[in-house]
């Protein structure tokens, strides 16, 4: 690696922020994207819309990856981003149902919206350079009170032009993506091929900047904030920039589940919900976005399994699960392997110095 | 405004201070001390008003007891969280608030699935004070009192005992304090009690005033974690009160002209200014003045 | 924002403060400080406990704000800048303490500091000083685990990286054996032949002896003495400071 931090696409790819190197990875990386691919040719209608709605979480956890485990942000918040954005989506969308486009002018919409209420929050806490306990317990705040409000929008006068918000029943009827021909709903080939792809590209795209040199920087400020204050940088700039960046992609998570579903509720901005990406993550291991892919997948798996069987113990078993991560698996279980039985070392950085940040 | 209207407005204000202090009060302490958020904390107001609750209903003791008993109880609780679980983060705060917040998910779905969505409420006392037209709850001002009354004990206890000068020296300054011979664990383990007993307190206190479901404690954290944020750690007694007068003193206005909501909402703006320009809270920002006047730099 | 070029054109003063004035409480750690430091120079600051020395550096780096006066930097004044601000103006500071990224690499280390400032082109400074210090060795060693003074080293290497026009050290020989103090006064000395103003803040006096053009004394926060090395060790007073009062 040469220090201009110039290096080719196969090195930036392969750095050491993040795990898995070299071409046995690769291929088979390459083969499961392929089998993802063929599935269509010989899955159930049912199978692949189950696929999709995993997938689809996956923006999000790898937000939540790269806020938490490469920046030292924890985040409640990620699916309060989710939620504004499948909302303000959905508003939109069932306003201009007629209008050419009024699907694509819908996800801008509800991706700008969590942009924005990320952006004026990350203005407050980042230059503000208040304590990183603060910002979990204010996100934690938020969602509590968007979730109240929401619930009680039960009402007709609470709507926006002909879409109702519907309370805690939730907003229903939400039109899916539609570009041109296609119409990307939850049961079709064509969402799943967008969710797999859209995937693929966020992971790579990801794995690409934490091993550049911006994702080193956003590393070093998770190690030592003055230190990286010292050598130039403007760190509460950039703080803001990874919090947008990881609201924007909770965002996604939410344009594309409302597309799949059809439908969005208050519970999915309130608390329980915002403990699902910390859980992925936590179990995942927050240092390497393909832990926190695999887990995200595998939790998301578990608990539909669960819904199944049993709903009413999932979240005790997530709160279990969360505690015995923390507790055992500090580093997530995926990366605990990864360190054991192939050598890898997250450069995990100092505990919070001082534990002021 | 007449002068009902005024006493009226004076009453909620008190009310609403009330809420905040003893909502906040053990979290702060927590805080403050042992450096540490502890998510879990609605959770153990919840317990709280459950012990109270099947005290009084399936015991049949006196209110009082029942809610001693909470104290106690919760009391205990928090310093078998503090042994098995957040002594084991004490180098890294995030994790802790991770990990409590598992807690946290345990308690109120374990509460879910053994006690079912709801209980029966313990009753009111129904003292009510009646004054040009107005009628005001007395049991609401006597949780102002004990509000009050857990204030001044708490700060009795930091600058008037050897426990608590021994607790003070931690906070400024845990590694000398334990080169002095101070048993800083246990510290943390009775701090971290007196906290949780205090959330017993205030689940205890209000159960008669709200139902009681598992999921309860959720309606005092979003108001306690902004009263936290915006004291600051440095000083949980001056920030309890200065933060809980402060931010009462907003949501008073806002909830009776414009709802609950927009109080609420309120209250979240206030701590994003507040902290924008006072980080480490109002507490921080008076130990930062008190260190100006004081302090000496040796270059 | 007052911008007096003709501050370094003429007569070549890179740094200078003016009535420079900071107190913590009732004790004033800089009073009315009057520093100017030319471009190109090596200079040493010392003085006893309690001079100023790290306030001063405080102040220059931009991590205390002064009470009052102002300080210029290439004719600039940067008084209400942010750190990162002067580092970027080619202000940068070695801490006392090293406070390197640990668990990363040598290489990523130096991938950092170089970003924020980088121009893209070759540092042909920093390439000069890796290999005369050896750290082009250990590239690809975690940080942490390099003997203290390879620490320090890196340290200002990193200073090094954000190519600047001025480096504060403040006490770059701490912990050091003699064999390496000696290394890197000989390190500093070329650096400084190269075009590079150092300031430094010692108290080993056997290495300020190695390096220093010139010494400024500074005692209760204003400069005591100025003058060669020569002339501050013959100087009574200066000794007296030091030996003599508190």
């Given amino acids: 690696m040469n220090l201009r931090g110039r290096r080719g696409l196969a090195h930036t790819l392969n750095g050491p922020q993040e795990l898995g190197h070299g071409p046995v990875f690769w291929v088979c990386f390459a083969a499961v994207t392929v089998a993802a691919l063929a599935y269509p040719a010989f899955g159930s ?285 500090p580093e997530g279980i995926v990366v605990s392997l990864a360190r054991r039985y192939g050598g890898w070392k997250a450069p995990t950085g100092a505990m919070n110095r001082s534990g002021s940040r | 405004m007449s002068l009902a209207d005024l006493v009226s407005l004076v009453y909620q204000y008190l009310d609403n201070i009330a809420f905040l202090l003893l909502a906040a009060l053990g979290l702060m302490i927590i805080l403050g001390v042992v450096n540490v958020i502890n998510l879990a904390h609605g959770e153990l107001i919840m317990l709280g008003a459950y012990i109270t609750t099947i005290a009084y209903h399936d015991a049949n003791l006196p209110l009082p007891v029942c809610m001693l008993l909470s104290v106690l109880g919760v009391g205990l609780f928090g310093m078998a969280l503090e042994r098995f679980v957040v002594r084991r983060f004490y180098g890294d705060r995030l994790a802790a608030l991770v990990a409590t917040w598992g807690v946290s998910l345990i308690l109120s779905q374990g509460a879910l699935l053994a006690l079912g969505p709801s209980m029966p409420s313990v009753p009111l006392p129904a003292w009510t004070l009646h004054y040009e037209g107005y009628s005001f709850g007395g049991y609401r001002l006597l949780l102002f009192a004990i509000a009050l009354a857990a204030i001044i004990a708490t700060w009795w206890v930091f600058y008037r005992t050897k426990f608590g000068i021994r607790t003070r020296a931690t906070m400024q300054n845990p590694d000398m304090t334990r080169a002095l011979g101070v048993d800083t664990r246990n510290i943390y383990l009775l701090t971290f009690g007196a906290g949780s007993a205090l959330a017993g307190l205030t689940g205890a206190l209000y159960a008669p005033t709200t139902t009681i479901v598992p999921l309860m404690g959720t309606q005092f954290v979003d108001v306690a974690f902004i009263t936290v944020v915006v004291g600051g750690g440095a000083n949980p007694i001056i920030g309890a009160i200065a933060s809980a007068a402060l931010l009462a003193g907003i949501s008073t206005p806002l909830s009776s002209i414009l709802g609950t909501f927009i109080g609420r909402i309120g209250l979240l703006i206030a701590a994003l200014v507040i902290i924008r320009f006072l980080p480490r809270g109002i507490s921080g920002y008076w130990q930062d003045l008190r260190y100006q006047r004081m302090a000496r730099h040796s270059s | 924002m007052t911008n007096r070029p003709e501050l370094t054109r003429p007569d070549g003063v890179l740094l200078r403060t003016e009535n420079l004035v900071k107190a913590f409480g009732g004790v004033t750690a800089v009073d009315h400080l009057n520093f100017e430091l030319p471009a190109g120079e090596l200079r040493c600051l010392i003085g006893p406990n309690g001079a100023g020395k790290s306030t001063l550096f405080g102040l220059l780096s931009g991590l205390h704000r002064p009470d009052s006066g102002i300080i210029l930097f290439k004719g600039e004044d940067i008084t209400r800048l942010p750190p990162y601000q002067r580092v970027r103006r080619g202000l940068c500071q070695k801490f006392q303490t090293t406070r390197i990224y640990r668990d990363l690499t040598v290489a990523q280390n130096l991938l950092i500091a170089g970003g924020a400032r980088s121009r893209g082109e070759t540092n042909e400074r920093l390439e000069w000083a890796l290999s005369t210090l050896r750290l082009s060795e250990e590239l690809d060693l975690r940080a942490g685990r390099l003997p203290h003074s390879h620490q320090q080293w890196l340290e200002i290497c990193l200073t090094l990286a954000t190519e600047p026009d001025l480096v504060l050290l403040d006490e770059p020989t701490a912990g050091m054996t003699p064999d390496e103090t000696a290394v890197t006064a000989r390190f500093l000395i070329d650096l400084n032949e190269h075009g590079l103003t150092v300031l430094v803040v010692e108290h080993d006096m056997a290495f300020v002896r190695l390096i220093a053009h010139r010494v400024t004394v500074l005692h209760y926060g204003r400069i005591f003495s100025y003058g060669t090395l020569e002339e501050i060790e013959a100087n009574q007073e200066v000794r007296r400071i030091y030996l003599g009062e508190q």
């Fill in chain 1, 45 to 329: 209608v049912f199978a692949l819309s189950n696929l999709a709605n995993f997938c689809l979480y996956v923006p999000m956890g790898l937000g939540l990856a790269l806020l938490w485990g490469y920046n030292g942000v924890l985040s409640f918040g990620q699916s309060a981003f989710f939620a504004i954005a499948g909302y303000v989506y959905g508003v939109i969308a069932g306003n201009l149902i007629d209008v050419p486009g009024g699907s694509l002018l819908a996800v801008a919409g509800g991706l700008g919206a969590s942009v924005l209420v990320a952006a004026v929050f990350g203005y407050f806490v980042f230059y503000g350079q208040v304590s990183g306990w603060i910002i979990p317990l204010l996100l934690l705040v938020l969602s509590l009170i968007l979730e109240t409000f929401m619930g009680q929008t039960a009402g007709y006068q609470w709507r926006v032009g002909s879409v109702l918000f519907g309370g805690y029943n939730g907003m229903t009827g939400i039109p899916s993506l539609q570009i041109g021909e296609w119409d990307f709903g939850g049961a079709s080939t064509a969402f799943y091929y967008l969710v797999v792809v859209l995937t693929l590209l966020v992971y790579l795209g990801l794995r690409i900047l934490v091993n550049s040199r911006y994702g080193h920087v956003v590393t070093a400020i998770k190690d030592d904030v003055e230190r990286t204050r010292a050598l130039g940088y403007n760190v509460n700039f950039i703080q803001i920039q990874v919090f947008v960046l990881a609201a924007a992609l909770a965002g996604l998570s939410g344009v594309l589940y409302v597309s799949w579903g059809n439908y969005i509720n208050p519970a999915s901005m309130g608390l329980l919900s915002a403990t699902l990406p910390v859980i992925w993550t936590a179990v995942g291991g927050r240092r390497s976005l393909l832990a926190v892919l695999l887990a995200t997948l595998t939790l998301r798996w578990l608990a539909d399994t669960l819904a199944v069987r049993g709903g009413e113990y999932a979240f005790l078993i997530m709160g279990v699960l969360l505690l015995a991560t923390m507790l055992f698996f």
